[in-house]
């Protein structure tokens, strides 16, 4: 996470990608998204929360991908939050260890 959102150059991709005719196409009533045999899977660092609590209001990255996937037909978007290293400095190796236990076990079905 980068000022609330994913870093520029994620951007950058999805702009490369988000095509009219290849990723997507416009319909008589509206677009529809081409890429229905597709997954996706956002993993998003960041030094504070924003899964849950106060900071939850923020997080913006997660939200517009899911968005911008579903744009272009992907309806499996599942995501970790590796959060909290920042915040609580103590906690920072618990909390990557956990999120890559979460990582490897998402991996299985994926
Ligand atoms: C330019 C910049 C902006 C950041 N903005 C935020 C932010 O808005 N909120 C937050 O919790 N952490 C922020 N961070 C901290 C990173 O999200 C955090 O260090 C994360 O672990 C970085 O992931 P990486 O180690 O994969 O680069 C920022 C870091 C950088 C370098």
């Known amino acids: ?4 959102l994913f870093p520029p150059i994620l951007k950058a991709y999805i702009d490369a990608v988000c095509i009219a005719g290849k990723t997507f196409q416009y319909t008589e009533n509206r677009p529809v998204g081409l890429l229905t045999d597709k ?3 956002h993993i998003q ?3 504070g929360i924003y899964s849950e609590g106060p900071g939850k209001d923020l ?4 939200a517009y991908l ?7 037909g992907i309806q ?3 995501g970790i939050f590796v959060e909290g290293m920042a915040y609580m400095p103590d906690k920072a190796e618990q909390i990557k260890e956990e999120a890559i236990g979460k990582a490897i076990k998402a991996a299985e079905t994926f």
Do not use: I, L, R
């Open 1 to 4: 996470m980068w000022n609330f």
């Open 39 to 41: 997954k996706a899977f």
């Open 45 to 47: 660092a960041s030094g």
């Open 59 to 62: 997080e913006t990255g997660h």
């Open 66 to 72: 899911g968005k911008v996937m579903k744009f272009m």
């Open 76 to 78: 499996s978007f599942e």
